[in-house]
Structures are given as structure tokens and as C-alpha cells.
T-cell receptor, first 116, second 110 residues
Framework: GAVVSQHPSRVICKSGTSVKIECRSLDFQATTMFWYRQFPKQSLMLMATSNEGSKATYEQGVEKDKFLINHASLTLSTLTVTSAHPEDSSFYIC????????????FGDGTRLSIL | RKEVEQDPGPFNVPEGATVAFNCTYSNSASQSFFWYRQDCRKEPKLLMSVYSSGNEDGRFTAQLNRASQYISLLIRDSKLSDSATYLCVVNFSGTYKYIFGTGTRLKVLA
């Protein structure tokens, strides 16, 4: 159980393009999902917490107008990188956990975004 | 001080060796602890949760020391396939926020 699917796995596009990434919990409902970004040889950095039916909570330094998050259902959260630029190139990963304390995070496969 | 700290390594060990990593955390209210494994250019995968009494899963043993605020991971009889980055993850009490360490890189050599 607790399978998280992320799509697409790889995106290469031109500067100025907006890119949407989907994160789905396949066999459980997730009221909360997380979006991370990881640059080469660095740790995962939490960008935002996605809450079903309400606004996402963004970490300090993350522009909410740049990284739009929508969590419209209990199994789907989307991250849209608007007007992407080369510095947005990174590995974006979502995660979710089962409800309850001490539950580990389960990660999607990640999306490798390259902006030319 | 970082919230979660790990020695980045790399730890280069021969096949069959025993290797241990530590991870320190700064928030004494931390509630849940996990070890994840991340292979190059892949997503992290849960290796094991860390319980207060310590726990073992095959060749892997995890320990928690609340007094000194660290967790450890011991790998016995290292395999080539154990080569990866091991991430320490801490969850703060009363929140859904998970803090990741920078990871410890392990290379098991033939």
C-alpha cells in the first residue's frame, strides 16, 4: 500500500513555458501532500505543503505565484511551475503519507525538469 | 545549527564490511524518525522507521538516542547494492513537516 505516482518523469522545455506536474496517491487518500525540490548533490528541500480543499502552505523563500499548487481531490495534487526559467531546472518530488502519527512519507518517482 | 545533520561521506567500505552512520537532530520535540535510501537521480525510498527501542530489519539496525538527540543506522555484511545515499528524516511533534538531512553517501567496493 501507500503508492504515490508522479507524472511526467521528465520534462524538457523552453524558457517561459509553464509546466504542470501531477502527484497521485494510488491506493489511499491523502489530505496532505508535500512538494520538494532537489538540486544536484543537495538534500531535498520542502517547497510547500499541499492541503486538500484549501490553500497550500509555502516554505520561506518559495514564491507562491511562481509555484502554483492545487489539491482538488484526496488523491491528486498538482504543481505548476509558471513561466519556467533555467534556474528552475531541478528534480521535483512529491510525497504523501497515510493518516496518523509516525507515518513515513512515500515518494513519487520524481520529475526531472530541464529548462533550456 | 542545522535541524538535521549528517556526515556527507562518502564512506567507502569493502564488501562484507559493517558500516554505521549517525544523524543528529536539534529539536527535542521531534517525534518520528526514518531512514531513507536514495539512489542517484531517483526518488527516496523508505528503508526503515526508527523506534525508541531500536529495531532491526535483516542486515540493517536502527537506533534512537533521545538523550543525545541522534539516530543511527548500522549495515552489516555490506553488499555492492547497498551503495546509495542514506537520508535521515525527522518529523516534528504535532506537525506534518518532515526535515531531511543532506544524506550520507555509501560506496561498497568489490
Amino acid at each position: 500500500g501507500a503508492v504515490v505516482s508522479q507524472h511526467p518523469s521528465r520534462v524538457i522545455c523552453k524558457s517561459g513555458t509553464s509546466v504542470k506536474i501531477e502527484c497521485r496517491s494510488l491506493d489511499f487518500q491523502a489530505t496532505t501532500m508535500f512538494w520538494y525540490r532537489q538540486f544536484p548533490k543537495q538534500s531535498l528541500m520542502l517547497m510547500a505543503t499541499s492541503n486538500e480543499g484549501s490553500k497550500a502552505t509555502y516554505e520561506q523563500g518559495v514564491e507562491k505565484d511562481k509555484f502554483l499548487i492545487n489539491h482538488a481531490s484526496l488523491t491528486l495534487s498538482t504543481l505548476t511551475v509558471t513561466s519556467a526559467h533555467p534556474e528552475d531546472s531541478s528534480f521535483y518530488i512529491c510525497s504523501a503519507s497515510l493518516t496518523g502519527v509516525n507515518q513515513p512519507q512515500h515518494f513519487g518517482d520524481g520529475t526531472r525538469l530541464s529548462i533550456l | 545549527r542545522k535541524e538535521v545533520e549528517q556526515d556527507p561521506g562518502p564512506f567507502n567500505v569493502p564488501e562484507g564490511a559493517t558500516v554505521a552512520f549517525n544523524c543528529t537532530y536539534s529539536n527535542s520535540a521531534s517525534q518520528s524518525f526514518f531512514w531513507y535510501r536514495q539512489d542517484c537521480r531517483k526518488e527516496p525510498k523508505l528503508l526503515m522507521s526508527v523506534y525508541s527501542s531500536g529495531n532491526e530489519d535483516g542486515r540493517f539496525t536502527a537506533q534512537l538516542n533521545r538523550a543525545s538527540q541522534y539516530i543511527s543506522l548500522l549495515i552489516r555484511d555490506s553488499k555492492l547494492s547497498d551503495s546509495a545515499t542514506y537520508l535521515c528524516v525527522v518529523n516534528f511533534s504535532g506537525t506534518y513537516k518532515y526535515i531531511f538531512g543532506t544524506g550520507t553517501r555509501l560506496k561498497v567496493l568489490a
